[in-house]
Nanobody, 120 residues
Framework: QVHLVESGGGLVQAGGSLRLSCAASGSIFSIDHMGWYRQAPGKQRELVATIASGGSTNYADSVKGRFTISRDNAKNTVYLQMNSLKPEDTAVYYC??????????????WGQGTQVTVSS
C-alpha cells in the first residue's frame, strides 16, 4: 500500500504562483510514475503532469511552459511548481503514484486532493 499526502494548495490571483508537494509513504520501493491530476467542478479528472522514476516527464498541453513537475526520490516526494496561473487552473489537484502489478497492470494510488483557486 502507498499513502500519499498533498500540501501547498490555496487561493492565488491570476498570474501568481503556487507549489504543490506530495509525500509518499508505505510500499514506496516499487513506485514508478508519480504525478498530478486535477478535477474542476462538473468536469472529469484530467492529467496535469507525470514524472517517471527515471525522470522523464509528461505534461498536459494546457500547462506546458507554466508548470514544472519534479521529484526527490530520497524524500519520496513529488512537486508541482505552478507559475502564471489562470482562473481555468482552478480545481482540486490530486497526487497520483503507480507501481507495477500482476500481469503488468499498474496499480494506482491517490492522495486526498488539495484545492487550488485562481481568482481573476
Amino acid at each position: 500500500q502507498v499513502h500519499l499526502v498533498e500540501s501547498g494548495g490555496g487561493l492565488v490571483q491570476a498570474g501568481g504562483s503556487l507549489r504543490l508537494s506530495c509525500a509518499a509513504s508505505g510500499s514506496i520501493f516499487s513506485i514508478d510514475h508519480m504525478g498530478w491530476y486535477r478535477q474542476a467542478p462538473g468536469k472529469q479528472r484530467e492529467l496535469v503532469a507525470t514524472i517517471a522514476s527515471g525522470g522523464s516527464t509528461n505534461y498536459a498541453d494546457s500547462v506546458k511552459g507554466r508548470f514544472t513537475i519534479s521529484r526527490d526520490n530520497a524524500k519520496n516526494t513529488v512537486y508541482l511548481q505552478m507559475n502564471s496561473l489562470k482562473p481555468e487552473d482552478t480545481a482540486v489537484y490530486y497526487c497520483n503514484a503507480d507501481r507495477p502489478g500482476v500481469f503488468g497492470i499498474a496499480i494506482n494510488y491517490w492522495g486526498q486532493g488539495t484545492q487550488v483557486t485562481v481568482s481573476s
